[in-house]
């Protein structure tokens, strides 16, 4: 988003209330992960004007010199701030840090009130928020339907829209490669929205779960782009956005997805082989021809 609409979303949702947020380099990379109140993610562009240096402000200053603008991305609001530290520690978690050579962020710390060392009762806590089935709220919803999908994953990439700002996507600047995390982000929207797996179906980046409006995250969407699992249908407003699948990416999306799961949802069709077993007899009263 642009400064301009974050300001505007401030004025309207986040006043006095505390937010998580994010810098983000021209492509839509994140940079920074902080947290703050009122106008506070706007400070460090003004910081970047004096003479402090750090990795993040050399990131401002060489945007700034490029001829372009940082963006900004709200995460989340809340009314408490030890819930907003919890988040801005499990989204540089999530994201990674570049120091630490775990992702692209320049943080130096942690996050949570600036503090590098994280207790394992905070850790636990991090981690049931971001693939927890246990998680409380609608991130738990979220969790428990997308795991059934995908055990095995350190984030879950689809999130509450109440926990969640979706922006316009578009694909991610470093090359990806399909993975079975990116095909379960796409399977767990097909079948909230009773889409079926074909050449041409498109699935909608926002789906609808026990009440609960998830969408895929931003992250998972700009990967699952860059790596070919799909082609973007723009949308008037970020959350209308939506996928297309030729039939490669159909076949590719199987592939690294549970058959029998798909088909048990309906959103997978068998094909004649698995329809009738050739194993089966034919009543007796059937045609000569379809005895063979």
């Known amino acids: 988003m642009t400064k301009a609409e974050i300001a505007q979303l401030l004025s309207t949702s ?27 993610l706007f400070f460090h562009e003004r910081e970047a004007l004096g003479d402090g240096r750090s990795h993040k402000l ?17 995460v989340a609001f809340y009314e408490d701030q030890s819930e907003c530290h919890q988040r801005e520690v499990a989204e540089i978690r999530r994201i990674g840090r570049h120091d630490l050579k775990t992702g692209p962020l320049t943080n130096l710390t942690d996050g949570g009130e600036g503090t590098a060392g994280l207790s394992e009762e ?23 339907f997308f795991l059934k999908l995908c055990e095995d994953t350190r984030s879950v990439p689809v999130r509450p829209a109440s926990l969640f ?41 926002k789906l609808f779960v026990e009440g609960t409006i998830l969408f895929i995250e931003n992250g998972a969407c700009a990967d699952i782009l860059k790596a070919g699992m799909a082609e973007l ?23 690294l997805s549970d058959r029998d799961l798909l088909l048990d949802a309906g959103i997978l069709m068998p094909t004649i082989s698995q329809q009738v077993s050739p194993n089966s007899a034919l009543p007796s009263d059937a045609p000569q021809a379809a005895r063979g």
Do not use: W
Not at 58 to 74: D, K, L, P
């Open 58 to 74: 050399n990131t401002i200053r060489a945007i700034s010199r490029g001829g372009q603008q940082i963006g900004y991305e709200i």
């Open 165 to 205: 700002l979706p922006k316009a996507l578009k694909p991610h600047r470093q090359s990806r490669a399909p993975s079975k995390r990116m095909a379960a982000a796409l399977v767990a929207s097909a079948i909230a929205n009773r889409v079926l797996l074909e050449p041409g179906c498109v699935i909608p980046r």
């Open 122 to 144: 905070t850790k636990k806590r991090i981690d049931a928020e971001l693939h927890g089935s246990g998680a409380p709220g609608e991130r738990g919803i979220a969790n428990r």
């Open 14 to 40: 986040g006043s006095g209330r505390f937010y998580v947020y994010l810098l983000l380099r021209p492509d839509g990379t994140p940079f920074y992960v902080g947290k703050g109140k009122e106008k506070r």
């Open 233 to 255: 249908v723009p949308g008037q407003q970020a959350d209308d956005e939506r996928f297309v699948l030729d039939e490669d990416a159909v076949q590719r999306l199987i592939a």
